[in-house]
Antibody
Framework: QVQLVESGGGVVQPGGSLRLSCAAS????????MHWVRQAPGKGLDWVAA????????YYAGSVQGRFTISRDNSKNTLYLQMHSLRAEDTAVYYC?????????????????WGQGTLVTVSS | EIVLTQSPATLSLSPGERATLSCRAS??????LVWYQQKPGQAPRLLMY???NRATGIPARFSGSGSGTDFTLTISSLEPEDFAVYHC?????????FGGGTKVEIK
């Protein structure tokens, strides 16, 4: 079955950097779009970034554009999120999620499977 | 960016009752509206896509409707495991956006 395991979270000072990883298994990673979605403590979901199956298209939320970079290594079945210039408001659980395929079609923009998340805390 | 407004913020109901959740978009997203369910301490789970299509394994008591700017998620008869937070998301435009969520709690 699909498994997504995030790592790399932790405590970082404002202005610092962090790289998150998401190890994928149980599906053909190199055929699926991938996403990062975050959730601040006690708040709703906040979509962060997406990358197409081949890495050629990337999309970002306005709040992270220019500070975060999404990437993937299909040879390692791994998704990454490089985060720079971190702010207190970036504190959240960061989830990695895959696109979704039904029996008849695939939907890159839909988050079909999710990892358990990794907590990023930005604090001095 | 598209703003999604979910209402009510909290819905207090008893098992067996019908739940009706609303999601309104700031402009038309056609039928490209997705619903997720999230239980405490867990990751979200895909529930419905493109307004009215149930994801794999989702029971038939869940149904979705709407198009344009107004969407509804209905749970016909609440089971104990349905008490959770429900999030809507539009996939029509980048950046993708979520609503604020509706919590369905036990009355």
């Amino acid at each position: 079955q699909v498994q997504l395991v995030e790592s790399g979270g932790g405590v970082v000072q404002p202005g610092g950097s962090l790289r998150l990883s998401c190890a994928a298994s149980g599906f053909t990673f190199n055929t699926y779009a991938m996403h990062w979605v975050r959730q601040a403590p006690g708040k709703g979901l906040d979509w962060v970034a997406a990358i197409w199956f081949d890495g050629n298209n990337k999309y970002y939320a306005g709040s992270v554009q220019g500070r975060f970079t999404i990437s993937r290594d299909n040879s390692k079945n791994t998704l990454y999120l490089q985060m720079h210039s971190l702010r207190a408001e970036d504190t959240a659980v960061y989830y990695c999620a895959s696109g979704f395929c039904s029996d008849v079609s695939c939907y890159a923009e839909v988050q079909g499977s999710w990892g358990q998340g990794t907590l990023v805390t930005v604090s001095s | 960016e598209i703003v999604l407004t979910q209402s009510p913020a909290t819905l207090s109901l008893s098992p067996g009752e019908r739940a009706t959740l609303s999601c309104r978009a700031s402009q038309s997203v056609s039928s490209y509206l997705v619903w997720y369910q999230q239980k405490p301490g867990q990751a979200p789970r895909l529930l419905m896509y493109d307004a009215s299509n149930r994801a794999t394994g989702i029971p038939a008591r869940f149904s979705g409707s709407g198009s344009g700017t107004d969407f509804t998620l209905t749970i016909s008869s609440l089971e104990p495991e349905d008490f959770a937070v429900y999030h809507c998301q539009q996939r029509r435009y980048w950046p993708l956006t979520f609503g604020g969520g509706t919590k369905v709690e036990i009355k």
